[in-house]
Structures are given as structure tokens and as C-alpha cells.
């Protein structure tokens, strides 16, 4: 299903504007995601890859970031290991989720992969209404989602460069601290 709008991963981007008027999610302004989502936010969810489902509303209390990846995406491998960095760095304030975006003949391929880049944070498939509310209008992977401990969006990133990295350190710094 959305195997299609992701074989056009590209290599690292910045994030993309899209459309005229930009809008504001929990008062961060984001030109290229969904005007509304289509259910609270704190009540979207996802699946682990052991079945359990989990809403963003769960872990209130810590900073999150949602990241959405596939194997076959280079910028998705070149994230994965900063990421784990940022879970290192923060232990328990921060928590970590990578959401699997790759699609049906991309499953087969990720426990090696897993084992390979040796994740070691809570893997799962997002509802469709989250990847929705995150993506917007911009397909590209990864997107990296980060919410503060109150669970307001605190910046969505597209794609994985050394600016990005900064961003993204940024972003959590601020998730984490609340500065």
C-alpha cells in the first residue's frame, strides 16, 4: 500500500515546503504537513513488531521520536546509528520508535537488517492516520518525528545529512530539556 509512495527514496533532503499557505502543528509551523489530522494526535498508534500496540499518549513523560525507514533507504541506514546515539545519550527521557514504512517485500529483508545495524530500540508499523498527520504532502524517507515530553510536536525532519543531524540534536535537546 504505501510501498509505492516510497520507492522514490531520496538521498538526503532538507524538508520540503509544500503548497502556499503553510500551517502549525501544536504551534509549529510546517508547510508540508496535513492541514488536520484526521484523530488526535496523542491518540495515533502503531503496532510493534511483537503485536503490541502503543499510542504516542503512552509515553507521556518522555521526549519521542518517531522515525519512519525502510531497508532499502541509504539515508534511513545513515540515521539509524545517530539515533541510537540520542537513545544512549538520554537513556529514560528519551524514547526511540522506528516505524517501518518499506512495505509487504520489504518485511522479509528486516531482521537482517536489524541484526546488521544492530537496532536495539522498539521497531513497529504505523496506523495509517499517523503516517498521514507525519508525511503530509512529502513522501520522501526517512522523516524523523520529535515530541516533547507533553507529546506536542517539536520538529519533523526529512531525510539525513550532517545539517540534519544538527537539527535533529537540536530538536531533541529541546524535547528532553524543554529549552
Keep these: 500500500m504505501l510501498v509505492s509512495l516510497f520507492a522514490g527514496c531520496r538521498p538526503a533532503a532538507a524538508p520540503v515546503a509544500v503548497g502556499e499557505k503553510p500551517v502549525s502543528i501544536n504551534d509549529i509551523p510546517s508547510k508540508d504537513s496535513q492541514a488536520r489530522p484526521t484523530k488526535p494526535v496523542h491518540e495515533m498508534s502503531w503496532t510493534g513488531f ?7 499518549k503512552d509515553l507521556r513523560g518522555k521526549a519521542v521520536i518517531l522515525d519512519f525507514w525502510a531497508t ?6 545513515e540515521e539509524i546509528p545517530h539515533l541510537k546515539s540520542l537513545k544512549a545519550k538520554y537513556g529514560d527521557d528519551l524514547q526511540v520508535i522506528g516505524l517501518h514504512v518499506g512495505g509487504d517485500e520489504d518485511k522479509p529483508k528486516v531482521p ?6 544492530r537496532i536495539d530500540y522498539p521497531l513497529a508499523y504505523p496506523e495509517s492516520a499517523l503516517t498521514s498527520y507525519v508525511f503530509g504532502q512529502d513522501t520522501a524517507i526517512p522523516q524523523t518525528a520529535v515530541f516533547d515530553r507533553e507529546g506536542r510536536l517539536v520538529r519533523k525532519l526529512t531525510g539525513f545529512s550532517d545539517q540534519i543531524r544538527a537539527e535533529l540534536d537540536a530538536a ?8
Design 50 to 56: 511483537d503485536g503490541s500496540i502503543q499510542k504516542l
Design 72 to 77: 532499502y533507504c541509504p539515508p534511513c541506514i
Design 112 to 117: 537482517e537488517f536489524v541484526e546488521r545495524l
Design 172 to 179: 531533541v535537546e529541546k524535547a528532553v530539556n524543554g529549552s
